[in-house]
C-alpha cells in the first residue's frame, strides 16, 4: 500500500490546556493571611501568629515567582510549511521542505480514528498525528489497513484484542 496526503500546513491541537488563572499556592496565602488575622484578633501566643505571617509571606513570594517565570506566548508569526504525509507497508512519513522524519509500524501501539487525523501512540507518552485524507475512498482504504494492522478495533463482532472476556 502506498498512500499520500498533503497539507498546508500541521493539524491544530486536539485540546488545548486549561489556562491557569489562580496559581497553585494562592490557597496557602490566603489560609496564612486568615491564621495571621485570626492569630492577632484572638491575641493568640507568639508562636501560632509568627508561624501564620510567615506562611502567608512564603506563599505570596510563591505567588510572585510563578507568574514572572509563566511561559509567555510566542510574539512572532511562524509561517506553518506544507506537508506530504506517506503511509506505506513500511510506516509512516512525513515531509517537508526542510526536514523529513519516518516512524516505523513496529513503533507503533495504537491508533485512535478521530474526526481530522490518526493519533498514532508510540510509546505512550508520544503521538503521532495522521491527517485524515479529504478523499473518502483513501480515508476508507486507510481506516481498513489500521485495522488490518490490528490497530484500530474491529468494526463489528467477535472476540478481539479489544474485548475483555
Given amino acids: 500500500m502506498r498512500l499520500e496526503i498533503s497539507r498546508n500546513g500541521p493539524l491544530p491541537p486536539l485540546r488545548r490546556a486549561p489556562r491557569r488563572l489562580v496559581p497553585l499556592v494562592a490557597p496557602l496565602v490566603l489560609a ?36 514572572r517565570t509563566r511561559p509567555r506566548r510566542a510574539r512572532r508569526v511562524i509561517t506553518p510549511l506544507p506537508e506530504t504525509w506517506t503511509v506505506t507497508d513500511d510506516g509512516v512519513e512525513v515531509r517537508t521542505a526542510e526536514s523529513r522524519k519516518v516512524w516505523n509500524w513496529a513503533l507503533v501501539r495504537s491508533a485512535a480514528a478521530h474526526s481530522d487525523r490518526y493519533r498514532l501512540t508510540l510509546d505512550g507518552s508520544v503521538h503521532i498525528d495522521l491527517p485524515r485524507p479529504e478523499s473518502p475512498a483513501d480515508d476508507a482504504l486507510l481506516d481498513d489497513f489500521l485495522r488490518r494492522r490490528t490497530l484500530l478495533p474491529p468494526l463489528s463482532g467477535g472476540l478481539s484484542p479489544w474485548s475483555r472476556r
Avoid at 491564621?35 to 513570594?61: E, H, K, N
Wanted: aromatic share 6%; hydrophobic share 60%.
Fill in 32 to 67: 496564612g493571611v486568615a491564621g495571621t488575622a485570626l492569630g492577632l484578633w484572638l491575641d493568640a501566643p507568639g508562636p501560632f501568629t509568627v508561624s501564620a505571617a510567615v506562611l502567608a509571606i512564603t506563599g505570596a513570594g510563591a505567588i510572585g515567582i510563578e507568574i
